[in-house]
């Protein structure tokens, strides 16, 4: 059996994250038949910052290429077939995972303006990887693409149409590689077909999404990863007319509106973190600063719950995903809390040991933590896309 290596970037601002996978292996002891094994992964951190050994992205890609030469998957491997990157913002252009050209890059390049936080760290980590493998295959998989089946009723701002339109003003919606592996995950353990799954991805940034049958019918960020939940760093929703007070009565320029909603605010803006671990820590010990940050940020998932049960109907998994998302028993109790009239119950043991199934044996909506794996399913959609084009 040929092996088939796929190498996934995750591009992020200060960061690289990569996994390289062979794909379709025989499978490992008690593993599915064909699934991917993990050859090397790691991080590469601090990109560009202060004292950092790491100056940019073609740095932190030849640290990368260094690394796997080091394990004995040099770049220039035969078996390796092609490169997938993340991708957040593809605006209405991208639909789906995209074999990458010129053309391709030209057209991310133009989406920046609507992901100036992650666009450009994405356009980099492509360029550099061409330039080091410039035969090899490499595929865009995209944030927003998941979420392209959204109806318009949910897509749409209500705005002045014209201005929308001129400007590419309406919903997209991210994370959408973690929210359809995750409600593909979810969806197996309901007890019909076709079920309704609401994901609750909790990590940096922070989304909600409505899937039915499979489809995406609602998310809770919007034109730019700003809108929704409280995030890290991220304020997630706020009325638009603070913005303008803002810059009317405080006289903030554009880049301090910016700077403040997406770096100072979230749980960092409440109370002086932004990792959720030391948040719970101080909420312990009674601070009070944390403790509201904990309340704001719970009690607008659950805001989130109720109106996309709505939405849907009716409910039939509750999947909890990424690293608050995973690991902390506290915010799932306090978000899902006093539900049982929508029938939703926790079971405490099993939300303590957090994971899969957690809700309780009467519970008509199951909950259960699902780890995400964007870059599995990154290399997956970046494998059908190249053995699609004769190329895997
Ligand atoms: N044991 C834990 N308890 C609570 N929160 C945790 C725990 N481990 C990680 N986290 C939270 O997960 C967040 C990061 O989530 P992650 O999905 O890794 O983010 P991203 O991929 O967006 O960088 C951290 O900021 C931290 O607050
Ligand atoms: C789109 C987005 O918010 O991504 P991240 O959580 O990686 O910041
Ligand atoms: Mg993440």
């Known amino acids: ?31 599915e038949a064909g699934e991917a094994v993990r050859l090397a992964s790691g991080t590469v951190e601090r990109i560009g910052e202060a004292g950092s050994p790491v100056a940019d992205h073609g740095q932190a890609l030849r640290a990368v290429a260094d690394e796997l030469e080091r394990v004995g998957f040099g ?33 991310i390049k133009k989406l920046v303006p609507l992901a100036p936080l992650h666009n450009p760290a994405n356009v980099e980590g492509i360029q550099v990887a061409r330039r080091l493998r410039p035969d090899l295959p490499q595929v865009g998989v995209f944030d927003t693409a998941f979420h392209c089946t959204i109806p318009e009723a949910a897509a749409t701002y209500a705005i002045d ?38 994901v609750l991805h909790l990590g940096n940034g922070a989304s909600v999404s409505a899937v039915a049958a499979g489809r995406c019918v609602e998310t809770s960020m919007g034109m730019t990863p700003l809108e929704g939940l409280v995030m890290g760093t991220r304020s997630g929703d706020v009325d638009p007319g603070v913005l303008v007070h803002l810059r009317r009565e ?31 820590r101080r909420v312990a010990e009674g601070d009070p600063d944390a403790e509201l940050a904990l309340s704001v940020y719970c009690h607008r998932i659950r805001k989130y719950v109720g109106a996309y049960y709505a939405v849907l109907g009716t409910v039939d998994v509750i999947a909890f995903t990424a690293g608050v998302g995973e690991n902390s028993a506290l915010v799932r109790e306090r978000a899902l809390a006093g539900l049982e009239a929508l029938g939703i119950a926790l079971d405490p043991g099993l939300n303590a040991a957090g994971k899969g199934l957690i809700s309780a044996d009467g519970s008509r909506v199951k909950v259960a933590v699902i780890p995400t794996d964007e870059e599995l399913e990154i290399a997956r959609q970046t494998l059908e896309v190249v053995s699609r084009n004769g190329r895997g």
């Open 1 to 31: 059996m040929t092996r088939k290596h796929i190498l996934v970037l995750n591009s992020g601002s200060s960061s690289v994250k990569y996994r390289l996978l062979s794909m379709g292996e025989e499978p490992a002891k008690g593993a």
């Open 250 to 280: 405080a006289r903030m320029r554009t880049e301090e509106v910016d700077g403040l909603l997406n770096r100072r605010s979230g749980l960092l803006g409440l109370c002086g973190d932004n990792d959720m671990r030391a948040v719970e």
């Open 75 to 107: 770049l220039d491997s035969e078996e390796l077939i092609a490169i997938g990157h993340r991708v957040v913002h593809g605006g209405t252009a991208f639909t789906e995972p995209t074999l990458i050209t010129d053309r391709v890059v030209e057209k």
């Open 161 to 198: 149409r014209a201005t929308a339109e001129r400007y590419g003003i309406r919903r997209y919606g991210f994370h959408g590689t973690s929210h359809a592996y995750v409600s593909r995950e979810a969806a197996r353990l309901a007890d019909r077909p076709d079920p309704n799954v609401i």
